[in-house]
């Protein structure tokens, strides 16, 4: 296929950007999809590609989603790649200390964004020819080992992984591979305080190691590159040295 469309939302920082980066240099044409016009534009330019397709949207609202893809349909007629990885945190809390505003906010854009997001790729991986396409959702780790104050991200994780395999069923006649990656420890503007300590599980805070964000960024580009005959249903890239396997 001569050109490869993928979008990626959230694509204006962090995993997102470096992702959508890795596709560009790959050869990927990419939509870039966030909240902020003038980021996605610098990271389409940074990446070369100043025409890129560059749409300010809310991954939260069904209708801002539905005209995302409207006017990728417009402008490519296809799309061969969504990675869903748009998504906010909430601050550190005990469970019953968390406002409801902050848990809305972490669930709507993780899950409700991820949700109608693999539902216009749907409508528009099986209605394309050739028909199918790829989706990856961003998962966490946090969803297998969370840490203590997480229950917004943490429930929105495990989430992902049911829309993962529920998605990837749902596909399989529509020859649309559904995967996961699961991030541990990127270093990205949101994940940057843990070289300055986070809470154990046994109490303590304690630093973290951290990986460079382009490890993410390569594996996404790695799933992205197998045929649709072959898929990474749950993929793992983290640092090293974390504190994931193993007691806490």
Not at 70 to 77: L, P, V
Not at 176 to 182: F, K, N
Not at 224 to 241: G, H
Request: negative net charge; charged residues 20%; glycine residues 10%.
């Amino acid at each position: 296929m001569a050109d490869r469309i993928a979008m990626v939302t959230g694509a204006g920082s962090g995993i997102g950007k470096a992702s959508a980066l890795a596709l560009m240099k790959d050869g990927w044409r990419v939509v870039l999809s966030g909240r902020t016009a003038d980021k996605l534009q610098a990271v389409a330019e940074e990446g070369g590609a100043s025409d890129a397709l560059v749409v300010a949207s809310d991954v939260t609202d069904p209708d801002s989603v539905a005209d995302l893809f409207h006017k990728t349909h417009a402008t490519y007629g296809r799309l061969d790649l969504l990675f869903n990885n748009a998504g906010v945190n909430a601050p550190g809390k005990s469970i019953e200390e968390i406002d409801y505003k902050d848990w809305r906010a972490v669930v709507d854009t993780i899950v409700t964004g991820s949700f109608l997001c693999t539902q216009e790729a749907f409508r528009m991986m099986k209605g394309q020819t050739p028909m199918g396409g790829r989706i990856i959702m961003n998962g966490s780790i946090s969803a297998y080992a969370p840490r203590p104050g997480s229950a917004p991200y943490t429930a929105a994780k495990h989430a992902i992984t049911g829309l993962t395999k529920t998605a990837s069923l749902d596909g399989r006649k529509y020859d649309i591979a559904v995967g996961q990656i699961d991030v541990g420890n990127a270093l990205t503007d949101m994940a940057a305080r843990m070289a300055d300590g986070v809470p154990q599980a046994d109490g303590s805070v304690r630093p973290e190691p951290l990986m460079d964000v382009q490890n993410v960024a390569d594996a996404v580009v790695h799933m992205a590159s197998l045929p649709l005959d072959a898929n990474i249903l749950f993929l793992t890239v983290m640092a090293t040295k974390m504190p994931f396997v193993g007691r806490g």
